[in-house]
């Protein structure tokens, strides 16, 4: 497809504001860490988290963790400062150093610091919301949101804001519009029907990955052992773990075919059964940003289990059926991420800031 139905918008200014969002939320968190290693209290990572043993964090001492993030945090928040000059002013060993730090961070707090948990809390978001004026899921809310959890959507945040900013940064640097990153001489694999080709196959890859794992959890909550003993699957169903699976099924299976709209007809125009919207076009970002946190999420997942040798093992003495789909994890998150970009490339028209497109 190489629809790009988007109309020109109007001149947009939230380029503008990235630099010093991102240097206000990294410097307020960057206060809270220095108040942290001034007290000692309230760092949420490494030992201080009994459930960190898939977080990379856990490999920093505590007592160096609250000084390290005071000293990232409020050096990056000075950088995004700094970016928040005309690029073009500045030289061009300062602007490379801004963007290599600035890029390393981002990745830093929206990959590394983040882990499982964002994912999983995602995922049980819906049955945690719905549920809770029934009392169902049977679990105690203080457990679930807790401020290590609040710290690593924090962070999510953070990287994202921080990457913007870079990302607008450089595209000042190479004199192309801040808004939409259009030069003068637009390379070819961007162009609509570039993406398309190559967003297929990326949008096919993230869809089959989610529901080979949905397929697991469906399996055992059917009263099927796939890839686990008659014993465990029992053991489960006494618990009621298997419908907790089954509740992370189905967001997967939702989430693959909400990916697979990122290249149909009907992820660009609401379909007939939408009441009131039938018809209509889909808003661009209401499909690029939870697509992007969702790959973002699923990457910093993965980094975490790729890290722990337990995860290695599953393609070893520990492979089955159960087990299998979560080798694929590495290559979700790259692949979502991709067929959000290519929906992105397809579908943004023409900028109203530069008048490109």
């Not at 995004?80 to 690029?87: E, Q």
């Not at 492979?319 to 290559?331: E, G, S, Y």
């Amino acid at each position: 497809m190489t629809i790009t139905d988007a109309p020109p918008r109007p001149a947009t200014r939230w380029p503008d504001r990235l630099a010093p969002l991102a240097a206000g939320w990294l410097g307020l968190w960057g206060v809270l860490a220095l108040l942290a290693t001034i007290t000692g209290a309230g760092y949420p990572f490494g030992a201080n988290d009994p459930h960190g043993d898939t977080n990379l964090l856990r490999l920093v001492p505590v007592r160096f963790g609250p000084s390290l993030f005071a000293v990232l945090l409020l050096t990056a928040a000075v950088a995004a400062l700094a970016m928040d000059r005309p690029a073009v002013r500045s030289p061009r060993q300062l602007r490379a150093l801004l963007a290599g730090y600035g890029w390393a961070v981002a990745a830093f707090l929206a990959l590394v610091v983040p882990d499982a948990r964002v994912l999983v809390m995602l995922g049980y978001a819906p049955m945690l919301i719905i549920g809770a004026p029934f009392g169902w899921p049977p679990v105690d809310y203080s457990d679930v949101f807790t401020w290590a959890l609040f710290a690593r959507f924090a962070a999510v945040i953070g990287g994202l804001l921080l990457a913007g900013a870079v990302l607008v940064w450089q595209r000042r640097s190479a004199e192309a519009c801040a808004a939409c990153g259009r030069g003068d001489a637009e390379r070819g694999w961007t162009a609509p029907a570039a993406a398309a080709r190559w967003g297929r196959w990326a949008a096919g890859i993230a869809a089959a990955i989610p529901l080979a794992y949905a397929s697991t959890r469906f399996a055992w909550a059917a009263g099927v052992p796939l890839g686990i003993s008659r014993e465990f699957l029992a053991e489960m169903q006494a618990n009621g773990a298997v419908w907790a699976g089954f509740g992370l099924g189905a967001f997967a299976t939702v989430g693959a075919v909400l990916t697979l709209g990122l290249v149909q007809r009907w992820g660009e125009r609401f379909p007939r059964w939408m009441l009131g919207l039938a018809g209509r076009r889909v808003p661009v970002r209401l499909a690029v940003t939870p697509a992007t946190l969702v790959a973002v999420a699923v990457t910093a997942a993965t980094l975490g289990l790729i890290a722990n040798p337990r995860f290695w093992a599953l393609a070893g003495a520990d492979f089955n059926l159960a087990t299998a789909p979560v080798l694929l994890w590495p290559a979700w998150g790259p692949a979502l991420g991709l067929a959000t970009y290519a929906y992105h490339l397809r579908r943004r028209g023409g900028c109203g800031r530069c008048g490109r497109g």
